[in-house]
């Protein structure tokens, strides 16, 4: 899907119809618009022509594109394809590719840390409630998720680390897994205290996902139905500066852990 979009961004870039961007290649302008609309692939070949004609002289862009279209990994989520909604499988591929990521987490501690016990209190917690077969597979899918060897930097507000989702053991164990990460070379947790001034830059949480190239970073929000996938350059450039905006108010690592610790021991 992100490959059509690109595609498709490129040829209005150019100022090309469909039907020009078709002649160029000799297909039929179905052909295009379905190439556009990700249902159906493009050899690397006609990839490269694509952005040669649309004048595209990015390389290292062009070269990400074509490791997309030519892709054939079989990730472990697609065993859950038909079982879990299709968000669910859209982000584990998203993380599978990512370069880095970075979260800011308001209300919940983020899934790739999350404790099985925490991860089955989310979800139990949805409206209308899971089946317990439907609950058992999204706990199990998030467990799969977490082989976090990507740079992972966290921002996570007090209120997260403070709200019981379950109970006082679940939340001691959450904390203690958050702290136990915290110490590997991959992953920085950072914390936003009540009492930190600078609160309205963290008012909602986000993930921002780096691409192999920054034209292709991707922001994801949790809407009600699922999740939301932005890319527009407009939208990632103010989601960057939003993310070391929150940064730059929260604790530093070393003083994060001290924090979390203090709440460990108030359990």
């Not at 979009?5 to 052909?31: F, I, K, N, Y």
């Not at 991959?186 to 001034?197: A, G, H, Q, T, Y």
């Not at 292709?216 to 939208?235: C, N």
Request: glycine content about 4%.
């Amino acid at each position: 899907m992100r490959l059509a979009t690109e595609l498709r961004r490129l040829r209005e870039a150019a100022g090309l119809t469909s039907r020009q961007a078709a002649a160029l290649l000799g297909v039929s302008p179905a052909q295009i618009t379905h190439i556009e609309s990700a249902l159906a692939g493009v050899s690397e070949k006609r990839l490269r022509r694509l952005a040669a004609h649309y004048a595209c002289t990015d390389e290292e862009f062009v070269d990400a594109l074509v490791a997309m279209a030519t892709d054939r990994t079989r990730g472990w989520w697609e065993e859950y394809r038909g079982l879990l909604p299709t968000s669910f499988l859209d982000l584990s591929e998203l993380n599978h590719h990512a370069v880095f990521r970075r979260d800011v987490a308001v209300l919940y501690v983020p899934g790739l840390l999350q404790t099985e016990a925490y991860a089955r209190a989310v979800f139990s917690g949805r409206v209308p409630e899971l089946a317990e077969e439907e609950l058992g597979l999204r706990v199990r899918h998030r467990m799969a998720s977490q082989d976090v060897t990507m740079p992972y930097e966290l921002v996570i507000h007090e209120a997260a680390l403070r709200i019981r989702v379950s109970d006082r053991a679940a939340s001691k164990a959450q904390l203690a897994k958050l702290l136990e990460l915290s110490e590997k070379d991959n992953i920085s947790v950072r914390v936003i205290p009540f009492d930190l001034d600078g609160f309205a830059r963290a008012a909602s949480s986000m993930s921002y996902v780096g691409g192999p190239v920054r034209k292709l970073d991707t922001v994801v929000r949790d809407v009600p139905h699922g999740s939301a996938f932005i890319d527009s350059e407009a939208q990632l450039n103010a989601f960057r500066m939003r993310f070391r905006k929150v940064e730059a108010v929260s604790l530093d690592e070393e003083r994060s852990r001290d924090f979390i610790n203090r709440l460990v021991k108030e359990l």
